[in-house]
């Protein structure tokens, strides 16, 4: 079993749906983040989470320590959004290492 | 323009061969991360420094080796290429050593895209 789980692994919705994207890992950890790869190959950090909930334009991030994990929202999806988004987690061991999920393709259909 | 200079973007080479790429951090980082991307593996944690240090290490093979300069580039060389070396090698910056603080953005580059053949 992968330390870093995510559900679905793609999703494709219509223009102007309600996305969430799920993230559960196994280990104690003291930040998440989530990441978005576009079909180019970039990477952008949306957001790194340590507690609550951080809002950043039309994305919502949520973690919840006790339970092990995190949710990704995208409110009015736009095509724009089409992306691989992928979950990292930072371990409590107070090093660096981030350990990744697999990634959730996520296809907004105009 | 993420502000992470990764050169080169593209590269093919054969096996048993040896590359080096390189990465200029964004202004005022002094924290430099590798990542490995691979089909098979996804993103993989290869090795951090900050400030000329080496400050953290993941699955980095041995043949693989890196370093960060006093101008705060670096430099992640790959030897005795094998096949399944190929991959997207991403570089990552960061203003400190550790990236728990909220303010202490990560900011990728765009990558260069090994092939082995």
């Known amino acids: 079993k992968n330390e870093v789980e995510q559900s679905p692994q793609n999703l494709t919705a219509q223009e102007g749906e309600f996305i969430t994207i799920n993230c559960s890992y196994s280990?104690?950890?003291?930040?998440l983040h989530w990441l978005q790869q576009h079909p180019g190959g970039g990477i952008v950090s949306l957001f790194m989470?340590?507690?609550g909930k951080k809002k950043h334009g039309r994305l919502i991030a949520t973690i919840n320590i006790q339970e092990k994990h995190s949710s990704l929202h995208i409110t009015a999806s736009h095509p724009r959004d089409s992306a691989v988004y992928i979950c990292?987690?930072?371990?409590?061991?107070?090093?660096?290492?981030?350990?990744f999920g697999t990634g959730t393709r996520l296809t907004i259909i105009p | 323009d993420s502000g992470v200079t990764q050169t080169p973007k593209h590269l093919i080479t054969a096996t048993g061969q040896r590359v080096t790429l390189r990465c200029s951090p964004r202004?005022?980082?002094?924290?430099v991360y590798w990542y490995q991307q691979s089909l098979d593996q996804g993103l993989q944690f290869l090795i951090q420094?900050?400030?000329?240090?080496?400050?953290a290490k993941g699955n980095i093979l041995e043949r693989f080796s890196a370093q960060q300069f006093p101008d705060l580039h670096s430099e992640l060389n790959l030897s005795s290429l094998e096949l399944g070396d190929s991959a997207l090698y991403f570089c990552?910056?960061?203003?400190?050593?550790?990236?728990?603080?909220?303010?202490?953005?990560?900011?990728f580059g765009a990558g260069s895209r090994l092939t082995v053949l």
């Open positions: 990552a910056s960061s203003a400190w050593g550790t990236t728990s603080s909220g303010a202490n953005v990560l900011t």
């Open positions: 280990v104690g950890i003291s930040a």
């Open positions: 989470l340590s507690s």
């Open positions: 990292a987690v930072r371990s409590n061991f107070g090093n660096e290492k981030l350990t």
């Open positions: 202004s005022g980082d002094l924290s």
């Open positions: 420094y900050y400030n000329g240090e080496e400050r």
